[in-house]
């Protein structure tokens, strides 16, 4: 009984925690530009981060080594600091980001103006990081981050032309050129797969001293908790594509993308849908501050995590106050923490091959995994997803160029 | 002992892995480089971290500039990495576990005491190791910058009898019947080198047996890059002059890694 | 070459900041290509607006006040940078004039709405509804001219 607690409290806490700004932001965008015609990515991507996730966490659980250690101990250390250099990066691009998002969320709730915010939230954020047990953090703004269902209710009461939603699947708008349409593709592809979230799941895994018993727990947030956040994410880009594609509106701001739900569900679900933003995005914020983090200290060896009391890993803190306040710079040049999102995404496309190569190779490396190396199944999905991978790596920031971003 | 001696390939098992104090797990450092005693026999001495160990095998801008950054923070005249005697490993698995009470480098000191521990809440910060006395004698004296370092020689050109180019050192083969260390275990003996035809860069693993070639499709596609992969005894190696390596014997008959 | 990968990424961010600005018109189908595109961003604009205004008894205050703002502040930018742009030729001039004048219509009425919303909410909800569709499909027929 108490384990099935446990494992249904895991499930949902990767289910809220699933979606982040970069999720919201893609689909609503998605969504009103192209319909339902790129739900097929939100598919892809899913498949693969749960593919990519469990490997990552099957590793962690069997050899307490997180994924940033595989980076470095089979990519070497020339390719892992050009690695390390890339998520760095992109991890504080993202990190920007969702602070940048949860200050949004503050906005929309109080009328103050973000920047405000900001400050207030990156220090909050801090403290949660240096004071608040691991567990503790994840499962809070987990669960909060379940509000975002909210968005099912309003695409309900919206009342959508389900058969015209059903055909989009397959009809990619013709006023669209082929170029954006894979831009955004590329785009979705980032916010379903981005690199932190295998970094955070691993290292989080070896926090809570994941054992081979834990391997059940594990493979259950993973493949029910996360495809329940792609089911979410394809809501998103639902309730867009019946609010805003019939009348040619594109959102580029967070309160234009939850305007489906107070349509739909007037002030209450309104309330709902910022308290589900703000949690999503300050989690996120935990999430991404944190990776930074764990990936400076997995490269160098360094004492990291929270199991250990901040005193006793200083660099470990440091690294992520270093992150914390450079993110927080970067949102308060008032930059816009949307634009600043899009981009991540597309950057950490090209970034995904750098990662997940060691991990299949580790996965399948029975001196850390004994017995529970990949099966045939894992490898085939595995395999695929490499070439998948490097294709889209090699498209991605030629696409961003060649369509200015897809204006 | 009827147990034949553990083979380890140095590239693949050794470095780069997390260095784990074996008391309290808590993770020291990475294994940068390894320290190697010359000789007729030579063994592995030694795990060596920290950016004077880091560096070099870096190689390029970062690596000078890692060396570099260290060498202002220290005062030293010539300083050294920071240097885990191989007796005191207990094991080696996806982690390096070490005996003792190794303290943590230099840097890790520093911010706990200067940063970390200002900051209100910093719980831990008296639990900071006491500096160990017998390290610090031996950081001071452990400065032999001119110790062959197995990081020095992966990647290196390896010629043929005639001169001929024959490949790349793709990775060091070490065994464990060395000399015995602190009289505990026995040392890792460089036992000889893998030698790529074709590329310098990583094997990744994939130059052990062919149950080991999975994924197949990354299997076949690493092996490819490389070319063939053959083992050259370490009595099989006529000198390691000029930042190059000079077999005695021809390509050909050196042994191929499929009968490893 | 690490160097130079490991500074590509700011770079690449900076050239594409950079390039989200509006860049010069070469010749008049250039001219008349933005002029659509700045139809169509006003259009968005406006439609958001309508929105906030049709649906204002669903919304928190401080939220229908972030949206109709943003709506305005998009309006202006629009205005302001498709100002900026030279036309290259007498016929251009007309599509400015023609342009401009739905654009900057929409950004005053909003302005207008928004004053109104900040105030004691919008005297007139259904005529201003119906003010803010027109504009949007007279500015979505310009941009489906000149696409």
């Not at chain 1, 009342?159 to 397959?170: A, F, H, M, S, V």
């Not at chain 2, 063994?43 to 060498?71: F, N």
């Amino acid at each position: 009984m108490k384990r099935l607690v446990a494992v249904t409290l895991g499930i949902l806490t990767a289910f809220g925690g699933f979606v982040d700004i970069g999720d919201l932001v893609a689909n609503a965008v998605v969504g009103s530009r192209f319909g339902m015609s790129l739900a097929w990515v939100v598919v892809v991507g899913i498949i693969g981060i749960c593919v990519f996730a469990e490997m990552s966490g099957r590793i962690a659980a069997v050899s307490q080594r997180p994924v940033f250690d595989l980076v470095r101990e089979r990519m070497g250390p020339r390719a892992g600091l050009v690695n390390l250099g890339a998520s760095f990066f992109i991890n504080v691009l993202t990190l920007a980001a969702e602070i940048g998002g949860a200050a949004l969320a503050l906005e929309l709730a109080t009328g103050l103006d973000y920047l405000l915010w900001v400050p207030p939230v990156a220090l909050v954020a801090w403290l949660v990081m240096w004071r608040v047990k691991f567990d503790t953090m994840e499962r809070v703004f987990g669960l909060a981050g379940l509000a975002l269902v909210v968005f099912i209710v309003a695409l309900w009461r919206l009342g959508p032309d389900w058969g015209e939603l059903t055909t989009q699947l397959t009809r990619p708008p013709q006023d669209e050129g082929v170029p954006t349409y894979l831009y955004y593709a590329i785009a979705l592809l980032g916010g379903a797969m981005t690199p932190y979230e295998v970094f955070f799941f691993s290292s989080g895994g070896v926090e809570e001293k994941w054992t081979r018993r834990d391997l059940v727990t594990a493979r259950a947030n993973v493949f029910v908790g996360f495809p329940l956040g792609g089911v979410l994410s394809l809501t998103i880009a639902a309730c867009a594509a019946t609010v805003f594609m019939p009348v040619e509106a594109e959102p580029d701001s967070l309160g234009q993308m939850v305007l489906p739900v107070a349509e739909g569900l007037g002030k209450a679900g309104l309330g709902v849908v910022i308290l589900g933003v703000f949690a999503a995005t300050f989690g996120a914020t935990l999430e991404t501050a944190l990776s930074s983090g764990y990936s400076l200290s997995q490269y160098f060896g360094w004492q990291w995590g929270k199991y250990v009391a901040p005193g006793r890993a200083a660099r470990f803190h440091v690294t992520v106050l270093a992150s914390v306040i450079v993110a927080t710079a970067l949102i308060l040049t008032t930059i816009d923490p949307i634009k600043v999102t899009e981009y991540s995404l597309v950057f950490s496309a090209a970034a995904l091959p750098l990662t997940y190569l060691p991990v299949l190779m580790i996965a399948n490396d029975p001196d850390y995994m004994g017995a529970k190396v990949n099966g045939r199944f894992s490898n085939a999905l595995g395999s695929f997803y490499m070439v998948l991978l490097l294709v889209v790596a090699l498209a991605a920031i030629p696409l961003m160029l060649a369509t200015k971003a897809g204006q | 002992m009827s147990e034949p001696a553990r083979v380890l390939h140095a590239r693949l098992h050794l470095l780069d892995r997390q260095v784990v104090r074996e008391s309290d797990d808590r993770l020291l450092c990475k294994v940068d480089d390894l320290e190697v005693r010359p000789g007729d026999r030579p063994y592995v001495t030694a795990i060596l971290s920290g950016p004077p160990a880091l560096g070099p095998r870096l190689g390029g801008l970062p690596g000078w500039l890692m060396t570099e950054t260290d060498r202002l923070f220290r005062d030293e005249e010539r300083p050294g990495p920071y240097r885990i005697e191989m007796s005191m490993v207990t094991e080696i698995g996806s982690a390096v576990r070490v005996a003792g009470r190794r303290q943590d480098l230099a840097l890790e000191r520093w911010l706990t005491g200067n940063v970390v521990g200002r900051i209100p809440g910093a719980a831990g910060v008296e639990e900071q190791d006491a500096p160990d006395r017998a390290l610090r004698v031996r950081e001071r004296w452990e400065d032999r910058p001119d110790t062959p370092r197995i990081g020095g020689l992966i990647g290196r050109t390896v010629r043929g009898p005639a001169g001929e180019v024959a490949g790349n050192v793709a990775d060091v083969c070490l065994v464990q019947d060395g000399p015995l260390l602190a009289e505990v275990h026995q040392a890792f003996r460089t036992a000889g080198l893998l030698i790529a035809r074709r590329r310098a860069g990583r094997l990744f693993g994939y130059e052990r047996g062919p149950g080991l070639w999975r994924p197949s499709l990354l299997g076949a596609l690493v092996r490819r890059m490389h070319g063939e992969i053959r083992y050259a005894e370490w009595d099989q190696i006529e000198s390691l002059d000029d930042g190059e390596v000079r077999l005695g014997v021809a390509w050909d008959r050196l042994r191929s890694t499929a009968d490893l | 070459m690490i160097p130079s990968v490991r500074l590509a990424p700011p770079a690449l961010l900076a050239a594409l900041l950079l390039s989200a600005c509006v860049s010069p018109a070469w010749d008049d189908d250039d001219y008349a290509l933005k002029a659509g595109k700045t139809a169509e961003s006003a259009v968005s604009a406006v439609r958001f607006a309508r929105s906030t205004v049709a649906y204002r008894d669903r919304m928190t205050g401080p939220y229908a006040e972030v949206v109709l703002t943003e709506a305005a502040r998009d309006l202006s930018s629009v205005n302001d940078q498709f100002g900026g742009v030279q036309p290259p030729s007498d016929a251009s001039d007309r599509i400015r004039d023609e342009v401009l004048r739905l654009t900057e219509k929409a950004e005053s009425e909003v302005e207008d709405l928004l004053i109104q919303v900040r105030r004691d909410g919008v005297k007139d909800p259904a005529a201003a509804v119906r003010e803010l569709d027109r504009l949007a499909s007279e500015l979505s027929d310009f941009a489906e001219k000149h696409r």
